[in-house]
């Protein structure tokens, strides 16, 4: 049995490209005692882990990749072999592992049993009924904490957190509006996954003229998947008391100089408002709640679920890099 591994091969400078990574093979491990051994059959991509393709990242939330080591991801898998006493053979398992064919764990790495719905698609666990979903629920409704007839705006409205917080926010009754990057995007936003206003930040009079014309009351509650010059020029149009769900920061992952500067605090302070980051991992206890009312959604048809799934572990980096240029729609995951 082998093992095909997608290693960090350097340290990506600026936007990543495919020359950042490589492959090995390697035979497949054997579990010691308190081990066990997954088979991977999913790769979550998401742009975030980008934060830690970089030297001297720290052990801020997660610890640097290692150069020439497998690249750290999302994963879900079926374990394969067992020697630990809580992981049975043939449970599934949602875990912070990499992309590799097969994962050897003792589960200190984030990895929990998942209980799945054998009439749904084994890859919404991946996506909008698992980390997508609970990122997108635990963000709006914690920080947001969003009321009928509020106007709600989501940056990277497109993308996997970013689609499904707009429809959260739609099933709840709120005024939607999505900002994206080109004018194709923002109809699909709109004809697509219902927001009630798609918006090109890159259309003639830039984001702040799109804004008065599309937020002319303001905005309640902002969910950033961006920052840079975007969560700047938002914050021009916060209503007061509104609430700023920080929640990613993709303008800012790959910039080798110095990250975009915010120069309009002082509006959250004349507008009173909260802005607040936040980690779906750090509310464990909430999943059960998150997942019943994003499975309602879903079997109702108020959430849809936009996954586009790559083939094999050899498209990984290609549809990796693909997620900074604006080239997806919804969620991408690879299918092993």
């Given at each position: 049995?082998?093992?095909q591994?997608?290693?960090?091969?350097?340290y990506p400078?600026?936007?990543?490209?495919?020359?950042d990574?490589?492959?090995?093979?390697?035979?497949?491990p054997?579990p010691?005692?308190?081990e066990?051994l997954i088979r991977?059959l999913?790769?979550?991509?998401?742009?975030?882990?980008?934060?830690w393709m970089r030297?001297g990242?720290?052990d801020?939330?997660?610890?640097?990749?290692?150069?020439?080591?497998?690249?750290m991801?999302?994963?879900?898998?079926?374990v394969e072999?067992?020697?630990?006493?809580?992981?049975?053979?043939?449970?599934?398992v949602?875990?912070?592992h990499a992309?590799?064919?097969?994962?050897?764990?003792?589960?200190?790495?984030?990895?929990?049993?998942l209980?799945?719905?054998?009439?749904?698609p084994l890859h919404?666990y991946?996506?909008?009924?698992?980390?997508?979903?609970?990122?997108a629920?635990?963000?709006?409704?914690?920080?947001?904490?969003?009321?009928?007839?509020e106007?709600?705006?989501?940056?990277a409205?497109?993308g996997?957190?970013?689609s499904?917080?707009?429809q959260i926010?739609?099933?709840?009754?709120?005024?939607?509006?999505?900002?994206t990057?080109?004018d194709?995007?923002?109809?699909?936003?709109?004809?697509?996954i219902?927001y009630?206003?798609?918006v090109?930040?890159?259309?003639?009079?830039?984001l702040?003229e799109a804004?008065k014309?599309?937020?002319?009351?303001?905005?309640?509650?902002?969910?950033?998947?961006?920052?840079?010059a975007?969560?700047d020029?938002?914050?021009?149009?916060?209503?007061?008391?509104?609430?700023?769900?920080?929640?990613?920061m993709?303008?800012?992952?790959?910039?080798?100089?110095?990250?975009?500067?915010v120069?309009?605090?002082?509006?959250?302070?004349?507008k009173?408002?909260?802005l607040?980051?936040?980690?779906?991992?750090?509310e464990?206890?909430r999943?059960p709640?998150?997942?019943?009312?994003?499975?309602?959604?879903?079997?109702t048809?108020?959430?849809?679920s936009?996954?586009?799934?790559r083939?094999?572990?050899e498209?990984?980096?290609?549809?990796?890099?693909?997620?900074?240029?604006?080239?997806?729609?919804?969620?991408?995951?690879?299918?092993l």
């Open positions: 049995m082998i093992n591994r997608v290693l960090l091969a350097r400078l600026g936007l990543p490209v495919e020359a990574f490589s492959f090995d093979e390697v035979p497949v054997e010691e005692d308190g066990f991977n999913y790769f979550s991509l998401d742009a975030g882990f980008r934060q030297e990242a720290g801020n939330y997660l610890s640097a990749m290692a150069i020439a080591r497998p690249v991801s999302l994963t879900l898998g079926r072999r067992s020697r630990h006493p809580d992981f049975d053979e043939g449970m599934l949602l875990g912070r992309w590799e064919t097969y994962t050897l764990t003792d589960a200190s790495d984030f990895t929990a049993p209980e799945v719905d054998a009439d749904l919404l991946l996506g909008t009924l698992g980390p997508t979903g609970l990122t629920y635990l963000g709006l409704m914690d920080i947001g904490q969003p009321k009928a007839g106007t709600v705006v989501v940056s409205a497109g996997a957190v970013g499904v917080a707009g926010a739609k099933a709840l009754g709120c005024r939607t509006v999505g900002l990057s080109s194709d995007k923002a109809a699909w936003l709109e004809r697509g219902g009630d206003v798609g090109n930040y890159n259309a003639a009079g830039g702040d804004l014309k599309a937020c002319p009351e303001g905005v309640d509650i902002y969910f950033d998947n961006v920052g840079g975007i969560l020029t938002t914050l021009t149009h916060l209503r007061q008391g509104a609430r700023v769900v920080l929640c990613g993709v303008a800012d992952y790959h910039d080798v100089e110095k990250p975009y500067g120069s309009h605090l002082w509006e959250a302070i004349t009173r408002a909260t607040k980051g936040f980690m779906y991992t750090d464990v206890a999943y709640e998150a997942m019943a009312r994003l499975r309602h959604w879903f079997e048809g108020a959430i849809q936009f996954d586009e799934i083939d094999g572990i498209a990984t980096p290609a549809a990796f890099c693909g997620l900074f240029t604006g080239a997806n729609r919804g969620k991408i995951m690879i299918k």
